[in-house]
């Protein structure tokens, strides 16, 4: 069974090697690393600057289906870039409707689907973390309700790591605070990406992806429960 990607920067593989500037500061996206958390094969279709409609336009989800078995698992996670046209990509009408398309066209190539809510961005004001998604994660709930499609919740994920590790700390999963980390200089755009991962970022968002694809595949479930061997308050 192979594990394929569809998706934006935000799950992209590193674009030819790309850094934040720092050679030894990668750019990458969590799909980058998941291969390092699951057995199973993992293909990265995503691209860079992707949206719903681009990424059918350009012939990358065709490149997909033309690879697909039955068996396989296809993982779904747009937003960040069609939320930059509302008129063609809203939330509840382009942006729905193409997925609604993927899921069903990954269904009739023998493949699961699983849609994915978009991670979200460190922008912290005062302290507080803003929700920078709109109505994207709760059109893909909905669509994933609708079509009994199961759904992984970055967003909530991700909100949940920001705020456990607070704003200072969280700074690491992105390349500014991993330069700051490392004595590099950072200049004023790279300060200023809240959005794409370093490597520690997109490990931990992939180690999160990979566990709740174990978890949906009920790899654990025949396991005998421990609670009788646990001590007991």
């Given at each position: ?124 004001d005062d302290g507080r973390l803003r929700w920078s998604h709109g ?81 949906l595949d009920g790899v654990h479930d025949a396991q005998a429960p ?8």
């Open positions: 069974m192979t594990i394929h990607l569809a998706g934006d920067s935000t799950v992209a593989p590193t674009d030819s090697g790309a850094t934040s500037g720092h050679a030894a500061i990668p750019l990458l996206g969590w799909g980058d690393e998941l291969a390092a958390w699951t057995e199973e094969a993992v293909r990265n279709h995503a691209i860079g600057g992707a949206t719903t409609a681009s990424f059918r336009a350009e012939g990358r989800w065709d490149a997909l289906l033309a690879e697909l078995r039955p068996g396989d698992t296809v993982v779904i996670q747009f937003g960040h870039n069609d939320q930059k046209e509302p008129d063609e990509l809203a939330a509840e009408g382009g942006y729905t409707e193409r997925l609604a398309r993927f899921v069903g066209e990954a269904r009739t190539n023998g493949a699961r689907p699983v849609l994915a809510t978009s991670v979200e961005r460190r922008l912290f109505p994207y994660p709760a059109a893909v709930r909905a669509l994933g309700h609708e079509l009994d499609v199961p759904v992984l919740e970055l967003t909530v994920f991700t909100r949940w790591l920001y705020t456990w590790l607070g704003e200072p700390a969280s700074a690491a999963l992105f390349p500014h605070g991993a330069a700051a980390e490392a004595g590099l200089p950072v200049d004023g755009a790279l300060v200023k990406d809240n959005t794409h991962f370093t490597t520690a970022g997109a490990r931990a968002v992939a180690r999160y992806v990979a566990e709740a694809l174990a978890s421990l609670g009788a061997w646990v001590m007991q308050p």
